[in-house]
């Protein structure tokens, strides 16, 4: 490959810009999405299939909601304005419904009056209000302020409701309010187009804020080479490849997924710096560059797969995780490495057989070193002196050292217990987005409650024995249960359109429901065979917690095993919070498999490479120190667990373990060479703790572009990789060195008692 690489360069050159060319094509077709429901819960899976089929397909419903503000919201001129736009949203052909103060006027006076309108007096709008009291109240809390909630199916398509979005905005505009009449047009609807936008902008922000970041990085520690800032565009170049791939493999980028791209700046850049800086040291030593071209793939290329093998078992162990985003995530950073490693193996190599080739034929072949001085000489000196003092403070109280690690990621994996989780969506975001804003407004002024949905499903649900039921149903767990502030299903609006009960027969309850209004009818009723029965359990995820929630579920399960349905009727507990607490369990629990699973892959890997249980384990160790480490510091900064912090055990294997491994071969190399444990150990890291280091910060500089995100969840993440790199560090040149430099003598004692053995049976007695 060495060979066909330095002689190839302008096929490769070629190849490279036609991926380039192709990437850039699909990554047009990038799906930039919010946070869905899928992007929780696989849509495979039998929850899924649940709460899509049975309630999204059939009741799944969201609003539009237009929020009116005044002195007073009820005359005749604002009803009118609110009237006009109603109707222009009404005849929209993916708009369901509207509901609001001014449909129940129109509503009343044609009854009344035979007259589809508004009156024009005041007193004439105040009484139907009046006898409309309490049900109102929900949507005309005072006389300043009301709502219209303009009603779409959930299974529209996100351009779909955008346009729904859009038309909203243009009729409010033309609906011609009264002046001193404040309309805001905004909930999820608004908001998740709003996340949608702040996230294409923010993820271009945080490439540009990575790139600067990169290229002080580069010029603090790589600076001693040719074309130091080489690197860079190569990593870039791998991105856009990913890019690509994310287009054509339709990966969608999310506020999850887009964080993986100053992550894969930060790792794959390294790949660059190692391959970049073989070449300059084959060529400072004299070689030619052909030469230096196919050592340095020969040597460093197969040197730097194994650590993007190691760092990819980290990444691969997220694909078991049952959070689709976090799987994404995991898949976008798997292929993104491997990118990374091709344009630096391929492109970056022959761009630089190609400089140096034309340097040489200008004559131009003095060394790096000679042309910057010995500076960088010696701060790596001074760094790798820093470094082998630290090893061997640890190594001289190695007690201490493995006492205290051992101690602290105990209790970090204690405290990483009450560490809570974090489901919310609207936590993740730029808390002074706009629309966050207002739709917190909205919930301020108007209320908010989540909801519990139970499906009720047979041959025919208007059966009055079944309605019976229902209505028995939710009574008892209103009575029962005091997490339950409120029950609707289409029984509360039959007894209403039937003087408060439910009719003896079904030719009467065919009647009331032909009566009532499609928008009631259809909300809690599909065909005959469906209902839905909405359970108000308030704010519950204020009120109860993850923990209550999932605990009043339970218990709903209970009651519906208990309170028996009539024959031939089935009863399905589903919806957003029967799905959010499953996703809860998956981030509490598959946090921990996934960091196992990374263990046991890393593991198998070094065991297949070196065939030696010490050199496969001892890598791993000190990365399950920093992971129970970080889980203390998570407790302490009052963080949680989110849908992108969940991936950091996997994170830790994948990144820290490739400098214990870096650490090892050196040792490994220095003992051969010296004999002597402690001496190899100095050498070791006196000669490669300077590059280590570089290596982390440049790491480091990647990841902390993450911190300046607004989206909180991404901010938050930078600030634990950033530490989690730190200790990674750390912990490479304090108890990694212990434990290697222990089970080394440990497996020497063995060998030695083993041979006394062997040498005592040989022995005649």
């Known amino acids: 490959m060495g060979v066909w690489i330095e002689d190839n360069p302008i096929i490769i050159i070629a190849i490279a810009a036609l991926l380039t060319l192709l990437s850039l094509h699909y990554a047009q077709q990038i799906e930039m999405q919010g946070m ?9 899976s039998p929850l899924y299939q649940a709460y899509d089929h049975l309630f999204l397909e059939r009741f799944g419903t969201e609003s539009i909601m237009v929020i009116v503000e005044g002195d007073d919201v009820t005359t005749p001129s604002v009803l009118k304005a609110m009237d006009r736009l109603s109707r222009h949203m009404e005849a929209l052909p993916m708009v369901m419904g509207v509901d609001g103060i001014s449909q129940i006027v129109v509503q009343a006076e044609e009854q ?151 992550i894969l700046i930060g790792i794959g850049i390294d790949y660059a710096i190692q391959l970049h800086s073989r070449i300059e040291e084959e060529i400072s030593r004299g070689g030619s560059v052909e030469r230096a071209v196919i050592d340095t793939v020969v040597h460093t290329a197969p040197a730097v797969l194994i650590a993007l093998s190691i760092t990819a078992a980290g990444f691969v162990s997220l694909l078991a995780s049952s959070v689709p985003m976090t799987r994404d995530f995991g898949l976008l950073c798997l292929i993104g490495l491997v990118m990374c490693y091709l344009s630096a193996l391929f492109v970056e190599v022959t761009i630089l057989n190609l400089v140096e080739r034309r340097r040489n034929s200008k004559g131009k072949n003095s060394s790096p070193a000679e042309a910057r001085g010995n500076s960088s000489s010696s701060q790596d000196i001074a760094m790798g002196a820093l470094v082998e003092r630290a090893v061997e403070f640890s190594v001289a109280r190695w007690k201490f050292v493995l006492v205290g690690a051992l101690v602290l990621a105990l209790a970090g994996t204690y405290a990483d217990t009450m560490v809570p989780v974090d489901t919310d969506f609207k936590n993740y975001i730029p808390q002074d987005l706009p629309p966050l804003v207002q739709f917190r407004h909205l919930n301020d002024i108007f209320g908010s409650s989540d909801e519990i949905n139970i499906i009720v499903q047979g041959d025919d649900i208007t059966n009055p024995s079944t309605l019976r039921w229902m209505d028995d149903f939710q009574n008892y767990l209103l009575e029962s249960r005091a997490q339950i502030y409120g029950a609707v299903s289409i029984t509360n609006f039959i007894k209403m359109y039937n003087n408060g009960e439910i009719p003896s027969d079904s030719t009467r309850t065919r009647a009331v429901l032909d009566s009532m209004p499609e928008f009631f009818r259809d909300k809690y009723l599909d065909g005959h065979d469906t209902a839905v029965i909405d359970l108000n359990i308030g704010q519950a995820f204020r009120d109860l917690g993850p923990t209550g929630i999932d605990r009043l579920i339970k218990e709903l399960e209970k009651d519906r095993v208990w309170f028996g349905p009539p024959p031939g009727i089935t009863v399905v507990i589903t919806g957003d919070m029967v799905v959010m607490t499953t996703v809860i369990d998956a981030l509490t629990t598959g946090r921990t498999e996934m960091s196992l699973l990374g263990l046991v892959l890393i593991f198998v890997i070094l065991l297949v490479i070196y065939r030696d249980i010490v050199k496969a384990l001892v890598p791993v160790l000190p990365m399950l120190v920093v992971i129970g480490w970080m889980g203390g510091v998570m407790y302490i900064a009052n963080m949680s667990y989110t849908p992108l912090t969940a991936t950091l055990g996997a994170l830790i294997l994948g990144v820290g373990s490739e400098y214990s491994i870096l650490m090892m071969e050196r040792f490994y190399e220095e003992l051969e060479r010296v004999g002597d444990y402690m001496q190899a150990m100095r050498n070791t890291s006196n000669s ?78």
């Open 688 to 765: 490669i703790g300077s590059a280590l280091v570089a290596s982390g910060m440049t790491t480091v500089f990647g990841f902390a572009a993450l911190m300046a995100s607004p989206f909180v969840i991404t901010s938050n993440f930078g600030v634990i990789t950033v530490m989690a790199v730190i200790f990674a560090l750390l912990t490479t040149f304090t108890v990694f060195p212990v434990l290697l430099i222990r089970l080394e003598m440990r497996r020497c004692q063995l060998r030695d008692i083993k041979l006394k053995l062997m040498e005592s049976r040989r022995t005649p007695s």
């Open 36 to 44: 869905q429901t899928e992007n929780f819960v696989g849509k495979d």
């Open 112 to 262: 009344d009056n035979g007259i589809r309108g508004i009156p024009d007096d005041q007193q004439r709008i105040d009484s139907i209000l009046q006898s409309a009291s309490p049900q109102i109240d929900t949507i005309l809390p005072d006389k300043r302020h009301t709502i219209l909630a303009i009603e779409y199916p959930l299974t529209l398509s996100e351009t779909d409701i955008e346009e729904i979005l859009r038309d909203a905005e243009s009729e409010v505009r033309s609906a011609e309010f009264p002046p001193g009449i404040g309309v805001t047009v905004t909930g999820s609807a608004a908001l998740g187009m709003a996340i949608k936008n702040e996230m294409a902008v923010s993820n271009g922000q945080l490439m540009a804020l990575c790139g600067i970041l990169m290229i002080i990085a580069l010029l603090l520690v790589f600076k001693h080479v040719n074309w130091p800032l080489l690197p860079l565009p190569i990593v870039f170049l791998g991105i856009i490849w990913t890019f690509g791939i994310m287009g054509l493999v339709h990966i969608p980028m999310t506020m999850i997924s887009m964080s993986a791209f100053p």
